[in-house]
């Protein structure tokens, strides 16, 4: 018997493996690219492509920049889901990974705005667009990648590949970014900020040389609606919706977590490295509570997860601005590190959360242009909303906690009013009989 199930076993692990460095390291990568970028702006971009204001306001408005990537994520989702949906998920994802891998090189080579004026930033901002763009077919992508192969008591623990790749990709790119802050701030300003971006776009080809070698789907037109967007909005509505509003909540609360915090850690007085150094020990929080969470909701639900995650996340906001106002780094570490794992809980199950709404056939589509525009209505004004706040309230961050509440709410009642999927087989996810077993699940889960 030990030497049947033992190769069972290792081939599960081996395609485990497989799945994550597809679907978990391409997002991770991609979210390397993002996190460089974000960084930059709070540390670099502001006397670099935005000289002549004031630190915080010239940080606001690379935070503008940053979010005008965020504008175009919708679209992306749109025309790439299209496709996934319609010739199925392996060209889209290479795709996606090859204008990402580019546009973040090519941000490293541009020129400042002491050398070329105005067109420094209107380029910064024409490369965001096009990084965004992709950004927005690449997440949904991946995040189905893992779901749709998972053993059917494991899509939770799959779908999290991807978020797992956030959190690695967040941990690699504040990672070198500690690095360089340790130059001296000449060089730094000078061309050591570019080095990651050069890095970013070179590490990308791991991603596509990975993605080249994943089986073709037999996935053909007739298998998807026309257009697999409309028939969806026509059909799921309510789902629609509220992924949306899921999606909202959640980028809300991630920005602030991951982006925002860096430069009120600096208007704290914290140096480049501290700060940098805290976002790193919150990163491997999060890459290690992530899978737990997820796997979590194999066991007891999507939901309860979700919502009991999001609402203690949006209230240790409370409690963490104190933690990292007294300067003392070990406290602050701490605060880093329970702000991450809490950020986990619905991070985790959200892309199989949300992937479950949804029929195959049209749910690259749904899942991308509802995650992608709850992205762009909260990630893309998070940092800019949540720096704007702190200068109103003359830097009491009270006004960024009750806005991170604020998401923390509209993330809790609309994943409350989805449907709980986590018994419901593949193969029946969106289909007229999911509601009824939907009840029968979490029916069962409270008689246990």
């Not at 460095?21 to 979210?31: H, Q």
């Not at 990672?175 to 701030?185: E, N, R």
């Not at 709404?357 to 992205?375: E, L, N, V």
């Not at 960024?400 to 809790?412: H, I, K, Q």
């Amino acid at each position: 018997m030990t030497d049947t199930v033992r190769p069972g076993l290792k081939a599960q692990v081996a395609t485990a493996t497989r799945t994550f460095f597809i679907s978990g390291f391409g997002t991770a990568l991609e979210f390397y690219d993002f996190i460089i970028y974000g960084l930059a702006a709070a540390i670099v971009f502001p006397s670099v492509f935005f000289p002549g204001f004031d630190h915080t306001v010239g940080t606001l408005v690379a935070f503008a920049a940053f979010g005008s990537g965020f504008v175009a994520r919708p679209l992306g989702g749109i025309v790439i889901g299209h496709f996934g949906d319609r010739i199925g998920r392996k060209s889209m994802l290479i795709l996606t990974l090859v204008i990402m891998g580019s546009s973040t090189f090519l941000i490293g080579c541009l020129p400042g705005y002491r050398s070329v004026g105005v067109a420094a930033p209107v380029m910064v901002v024409a490369l965001r667009l096009i990084q965004g763009f992709a950004a927005g077919g690449e997440w949904g992508g991946a995040s189905l990648y893992g779901i749709e192969n998972a053993p059917e008591d494991r899509r939770g623990l799959w779908g999290s590949f991807t978020s797992a790749g956030i959190g690695i990709g967040s941990l690699f790119g504040t990672g070198v970014f500690a690095l360089i802050t340790l130059l001296p701030q000449e060089d730094l300003k000078a061309w050591a900020w570019r080095v990651p971006f050069w890095l970013g776009g070179l590490l990308v080809l791991i991603g596509v040389v990975a993605r080249s070698r994943m089986p073709q789907e037999e996935r053909r037109a007739e298998h998807a609606p026309r257009v697999p967007i409309l028939d969806s909005i026509r059909r799921h509505p309510r789902q629609m919706l509220l992924a949306i509003g899921v999606a909202f909540g959640y980028n809300t609360l991630a920005y602030i977590g991951s982006i925002f915090t860096v430069t009120y850690a600096e208007e704290l007085g914290y140096d480049y490295t501290e700060s940098l150094l805290l976002q790193v020990a919150g990163s491997i929080a999060f890459t290690v509570a992530v899978p737990l969470m997820a796997r979590l909701s194999d066991r007891v639900g999507r939901k309860p997860v979700v919502i009991l995650g999001t609402l203690a996340y949006g209230a240790f906001f409370f409690a963490y601005f104190p933690m990292v106002n007294g300067h003392v780094l070990a406290l602050a570490t701490v605060a880093y590190v329970l702000v991450n794992v809490l950020m986990a809980a619905p991070q985790g199950c959200i892309p199989a959360f949300l992937g479950e709404q949804f029929p195959g056939g049209t749910r690259y589509s749904s899942i991308s242009a509802t995650y992608q525009t709850g992205a762009a209505l909260g990630g893309g004004t998070a940092a800019t909303a949540a720096t704007a706040l702190l200068l109103a309230f003359d830097g009491d961050p009270i006004g960024v906690g009750l806005y991170s509440g604020a998401a923390a709410v509209v993330l809790a009642l609309c994943a409350w009013g989805l449907r709980e999927t986590f018994k419901v087989p593949t193969a029946e996810l969106g289909s007229a009989t999911t509601a009824d077993r939907s009840t029968k699940a979490v029916v069962d889960t409270m008689t246990g």
